[in-house]
């Protein structure tokens, strides 16, 4: 909530680049097949239409082969500096201290990351 209202660099940073952050992370991306006879004209309430099934897509292993860069949730299973820096991989336009923040922020709040915490000793030997 501080990011959203600080007026701070931090803040201005977060709330320009809010979608960025937002790829950077998620523990999955999202897929469907768009109708794009929706999107015509500019007026009015912007609409989409999905053909089919929306899914979410995570990769098939949790650990990235060595030649893959993780991304979604295999980034969370690397110590709080790989993150950074993987998520600085991502896209550079992202701020370091914002990272930070958040990632600290979720690994004080989020179940699933909590969950994730105490199995990358075992995972990483």
Not at 23 to 50: E, K, M, P, Y
Not at 93 to 120: A, D, E, G
């Amino acid at each position: 909530m501080d990011l959203l209202q600080n007026p701070d660099q931090n803040g201005k940073h977060f709330r320009t680049f809010i979608r960025t952050y937002n790829n950077a992370f998620a523990f999955t991306s999202s897929g469907a097949h768009f109708d794009r006879n929706l999107v015509s004209s500019r007026q009015g309430v912007f609409t989409w239409r999905i053909n089919g099934n929306f899914k979410h897509m995570i990769s098939t292993n949790l650990l990235p082969s060595r030649d893959q860069t993780p991304k979604f949730a295999q980034i969370y299973i690397y110590d709080t500096s790989e993150q950074i820096q993987h998520r600085l991989d991502f896209n550079s336009s992202l701020s370091i201290s914002v990272i930070q923040l958040l990632t600290n922020t979720l690994r004080q709040i989020n179940h699933y990351i909590q969950k994730c915490i105490p199995h990358i000793e075992i995972l990483r030997t």
